[in-house]
């Protein structure tokens, strides 16, 4: 059974930090590329951030460079996303997702299998 599970999310204060993790299990996460994304309220879904079967190659939406940073661990099926210097904009349900095919910039057409989502809320 393929599953997804994003945890780490919460309630912080502007400026401060969040460690996003999905725990992965049902495939063989190696062979998969892996990405974040987030859902504001009245907002569509957008992508993120984007990391290659062995990390190798990482995306990230141009707004979020410097501040977020994906990574991954295949040895404990993980993806990770480190959030520094939060603002009230980051404010969502962060989703990761993973794609076993195409390039990182196609992973929001070509994801095979979604988490459920973490809420993330920033307060200023």
């Known amino acids: 059974q393929v599953q997804l599970v994003e945890s780490g999310g919460g309630l912080v204060q502007a400026g401060g930090s969040l460690r996003l993790s999905c725990g992965v299990s049902g495939f063989t996460v190696s062979a998969y590329n892996l990405g974040w994304f987030r859902q504001a309220p009245g907002k569509e879904r957008e992508f993120i951030s984007g990391?290659?079967?062995?990390?190798?190659?990482?995306y990230y939406k141009d707004s979020l460079k410097g501040r977020f940073t994906i990574s991954r661990d295949n040895a404990k099926n993980t993806l990770y996303l480190q959030m520094n210097n939060l603002k009230p904009e980051d404010t969502a349900v962060y989703y990761c997702?993973?794609?076993?095919?195409?390039?990182?910039?196609?992973?929001?057409?070509?994801?095979?299998?979604w988490g459920q989502g973490t809420q993330v809320t920033v307060s200023s």
């Open positions: 990391i290659s079967w062995f990390g190798e190659s990482t």
């Open positions: 997702a993973a794609s076993r095919s195409g390039p990182l910039s196609a992973l929001p057409v070509t994801a095979n299998y």
